[in-house]
């Protein structure tokens, strides 16, 4: 009965590929984002979709790529890895479309371990 | 840019004491403030928040401060009690933007 859910937890790949990172939320939430925590712990987002559409997208590379095939489900897509891109990446969820009221709340999955050799 | 900071990434607490966690913030903008705990392994769980309205919320053990014109935010846990080790990260958001600090390691000894 997971709420968030990430898979795989650990990914190791060699640069160059492509690879994707599948979140599953089943708290009927509106609102998925994907952050990244870089060496210095800070967590950084980078992207949130909202009922399916995109709303952030912050200054991320275009190798990466969300995806949302309904509202459940952002996966995330990383072409042609490079070393930089090793880091842990956490997908969250929240109940609705932050600023309305104190539903800001989000609800982290457990985190995708890159790493790129 | 750094805009929530947490200035110490770590704390030791003794069983049944005060734990006060800190943070900071540069964005007057922010209207939403928010503790999540983390444990190894883990993603961040939320804690507790408070809205930019207001100067304290309270949740069993934990409070939260907010001071807005030193654009500062606190945790207090009362009293810590060794389950709550783990890593503690504030952070603040403004509309759809959200942004974490770094987080404080927070260890209660027994």
């Known amino acids: 009965d997971t709420a968030v859910s990430q898979t795989p937890k650990y990914l190791v790949t060699q640069m160059g590929n492509d690879k994707s ?3 599953e939320q089943n708290l009927g939430h509106d609102t998925m984002y994907w952050y990244k925590q870089d060496s210095k712990k800070f967590l950084k987002i980078m992207f949130s979709y909202n009922n399916k559409e995109l ?17 459940a489900h952002l996966n995330l897509h990383i ?24 539903y800001n ?3 982290f999955g457990p985190g995708t371990r890159l790493t790129v050799l | ?42 993603g961040p769980t939320f804690l507790i ?8 919320n309270e949740d069993g053990r934990f409070t939260v401060f907010l001071n807005k014109s030193a654009k500062h935010l606190s945790l207090h846990i009362v009293p810590s009690q060794p389950g709550d080790s783990a890593v503690y ?3 603040a958001s403004e509309g759809n933007d959200m942004r974490f600090g770094a987080g404080t390691r927070l260890t209660v000894k027994p």
Request: net charge negative.
């Open chain 2, 49 to 56: 928040s408070i809205s930019s309205i207001k100067d304290k």
């Open chain 2, 89 to 91: 990260f504030c952070a």
């Open chain 1, 105 to 107: 709340e989000q609800f």
């Open chain 1, 21 to 23: 990172i599948k979140c």
């Open chain 2, 1 to 42: 840019d750094q805009q929530v900071k947490q200035n110490s990434p770590s704390l030791s607490v003794q069983e049944g004491r005060i734990s006060i966690l800190n943070c900071d913030y540069t964005n007057s903008m922010f209207d939403y403030f928010l503790w999540y705990k983390k444990y190894p392994a883990e």
């Open chain 1, 55 to 71: 709303i952030i997208n912050e200054t991320v590379p275009n190798r990466f790529s969300p995806k949302s095939p309904d509202k």
């Open chain 1, 79 to 102: 072409n042609s890895l490079e070393l930089g891109d090793s880091a842990v990446y956490f997908c969250a969820s929240s109940l609705s479309f932050p600023g309305l009221g104190d």
